[in-house]
């Protein structure tokens, strides 16, 4: 497909379960995000790829959150032993660079996460 | 702080206009972004604006004030299918990172 891709969709798990999503970018795309948007807030900036560079990962919110970028196009968001409040959608995001300041960012459908 | 403020939640009817306010205070300025998100869909961009004024697209129009930190979205001829959230989102000083605001859900009534 020509959008970004994300799996699973939807994601039931247990409290102290381990998760991984998936985020399948645009072709040629150089940099990735990862969102969390919980109910009534707004994007919750995660994590940032760029090409080869380190990726900013400031904006993860626990050591229990952790993310990957292989071969710089697939990215996989890892949560080791979620609990409740980590319940929420995940968007993963996509540009072509970060040269330009009006560069859009396209979104993937997101992950629905709820932890039992 | 970095902040960006949107109303929570707006109704309409179909066939008016509604006007969408987003105000912002960020360290820094390069770019205030409008995306529209249908429920349980992804954010899809709308517009851009870096420049004061108004930049029309269709039945959608977006204005921009820096002096004030303030935008808006104007959604004229409204449509059922417009009934979404509204999201703005700032680029401050950071060259990749954007400042979302909470999103507005606009809801059309026949």
């Known amino acids: 497909g020509a959008g970004v891709s994300q799996s699973p969709s939807n994601k039931v798990t247990e409290k102290g379960k381990d998760v991984e999503l998936r985020c399948d970018p645009i072709?040629?795309?150089?940099?990735l995000y990862w969102y969390r948007q919980s109910l009534g807030q707004g994007l919750e900036f995660l994590i940032y790829f760029q090409g080869n560079s380190a990726p900013d990962k400031s904006g993860l919110p626990s050591d229990r959150f952790s993310a990957e970028r292989t071969g710089g196009s697939v990215s996989t968001l890892t949560i080791q032993r979620t609990q409740q409040e980590d319940s929420a959608v995940y968007l993963c995001?996509?540009?072509?660079?970060?040269?330009?300041?009006?560069?859009?960012?396209?979104f993937g459908p997101g992950t629905r996460l709820l932890v039992l | 702080g970095q902040n960006i403020d949107q109303p929570t939640e707006m109704t309409a009817t179909e066939g008016a206009i509604v006007q969408i306010n987003c105000t912002y205070q960020?360290?820094?300025?390069?770019?205030l972004f409008w995306y529209q998100q249908h429920a349980g869909e992804a954010p899809t961009f709308l517009s851009y604006n870096v420049l004061d004024g108004l930049e029309e697209k269709g039945r959608f129009s977006s204005f921009l004030s820096r002096s004030k930190g303030y935008s808006y979205l104007l959604l004229k001829e409204l449509q059922m299918k417009d009934s979404a959230s509204y999201l703005c989102a700032v680029r401050g000083d950071s060259n990749y990172q954007l400042i979302w605001g909470a999103g507005t859900k606009l809801i059309i009534k026949p």
């Open positions: 960020t360290s820094g300025f390069n770019g």
């Open positions: 072709s040629g795309h150089t940099a």
């Open positions: 995001a996509s540009t072509r660079s970060r040269i330009s300041p009006r560069e859009t960012q396209y």
